[in-house]
Nanobody
């Protein structure tokens, strides 16, 4: 499956952005999805994940209550709505996909995912 992330940009602290990740090439609804981020000099870390059914989600503590992951299987797209952004949210954001037998399974590890998008840069100014 090919993934194309978009929606990054420059935003002031307290603002909002919505990232999108469009999938192609396979049956999107067969895949659990995740968002990760990587700040300069740091490792890629988990942000949010969503089961292929869309019924289960899980978030990193650092974004819980501020970010929302969702998917539209008809549009082959997963979203990350980011509210109340902070300067420490500045990073390149990556979407990822994993083929999932379980409709309600989700995954939080970088190594859990076989497919990655190219990343989109989010910069939050103070």
């Amino acid at each position: 499956v090919q993934l194309q992330a978009s929606g990054g940009g420059l935003v002031q602290a307290g603002g909002s952005l919505r990232l999108s990740c469009a999938a192609s090439g396979r049956t999107f609804s067969d895949y659990a999805m995740g968002w990760f981020r990587q700040a300069p000099g740091n490792e890629r870390v988990f942000v949010a994940t969503l089961s292929r059914s869309g019924s289960r989600t899980y978030y990193a503590d650092s974004v819980k209550g501020r970010f929302t992951i969702s998917r539209d299987n008809a549009k082959n797209t997963v979203y990350l709505q980011m509210n109340s952004l902070k300067p420490e949210d500045t990073a390149v954001y990556y979407c990822a996909a994993r083929y999932s037998l379980g409709a309600d399974s989700y995954y939080t590890g970088v190594r859990d995912y076989a497919y990655w998008g190219q990343g989109t840069l989010v910069t939050v100014s103070s």
